[in-house]
């Protein structure tokens, strides 16, 4: 009998030796009908054509068995796992569009249509994957190309000799920039990796982030005075956490230089430290651009960079890796924000955490 359409399988789905193991089977229930039949019956005494008729009898009857067994083994086995090996095929040739259809309405699934409704949930979740994959190898192109390009074309035109000593220092300033934006986003870019993965181990010790969160701000005191921004904090004067100091210290960091980056000359930003018998809060607010909705639902993509005017000061990976390192260490982050009024950054975090 013909065997599977794929031509990776070799197996005949019902070869001759089926037949004649049906056949046998049914030739010794009948044999063994006939003993029991001996002793009210001559055998012996039948005549020969009977006999014939009696055996082609049952080669009919083997043969309409077998025949019967092998369509609803067909309908019911062959045909859904053909479908199946066909989807499989597909997906692991890159198609993630595939559907295999359960047979039966929810009421009457067997395992089959669990398992085909499991295949489509997986082939979704590889398609997502896959999908993600693809935009972030792209973004990582597109954001190293860049500052690459810059270096090449500036350390070319430094061989000009036409070039006057400020020339040269800008040339050269330009040139340290984008060499340190290109590192500040290959750090990103494995830390995000590390903590994705769980291969970042959190050193959890108990220390005062009031006093990390007043290191943070003064490392960009020269940024803000440079923009006669207007820097407010109000923080306790003592604040005990159990965190990982070098994680928390990401997520200030990265909070107030955004902070810094999109307010104009001449704005305030606000830092406020309170703390509750078990979590500490932390907001950072800013007289900056601010966002609108669609911005804010994206804003914790990987490279999304909802204001393109200062798309050159970031790659898009800051808040991607602060809400990554909240979520490490059970703490929490939300934003709130309105165009031209300016946003703000509330962080919580446990003071012990959960999973102590």
Known sequence: MKGSADSRVKAKLFPLKGFVVTFMALAFMMTGQMIILRNHIDISGLPITLIIE???????IAGAFLGYTSFQFIRNFQKPMEEFAEATKKVTEGDFSIYVAPR????KRDFIDVMFTDFNKMVEELGSIETLKTDFFSNVS???????????????GLKSATLNQVQQKIYIDTIIES????????????????LEKQNLSCLAEEYDVCAQLCECALRFEERWESKGIEFEA?????AMIDADASLLELVWNNLISNAIKFTD????????QTSTADKIIVSISDTGCGMDEETLKHIFDKFYQGDSSHSTEGNGLGLALVQRILQLIDGSINVTSEL????????HIPVKRINN
Not at 104 to 107: A, K
Not at 179 to 194: F, M, P, Y
Not at 265 to 272: A, D, F, P
Not at 340 to 347: L, M
Request: one cysteine or more.
């Open 142 to 156: 597109h954001e190293i190309k860049t500052p690459l390009t810059t270096i090449h074309n500036y350390a070319q």
């Open 234 to 238: 109000a923080i306790e004067d003592r």
């Open 54 to 60: 009696v055996i082609v009898y049952w080669i009919i």
């Open 104 to 107: 039966h309405l929810p009421d």
């Open 179 to 194: 060499s340190a934006r290109l590192s500040d986003l290959i750090s990103n870019i494995l830390r995000i990796n590390k």
């Open 265 to 272: 000359c001449g704005g305030r930003i606000t830092l406020l």
């Open 340 to 347: 031209g009024i300016g946003t703000t950054f509330t962080v």
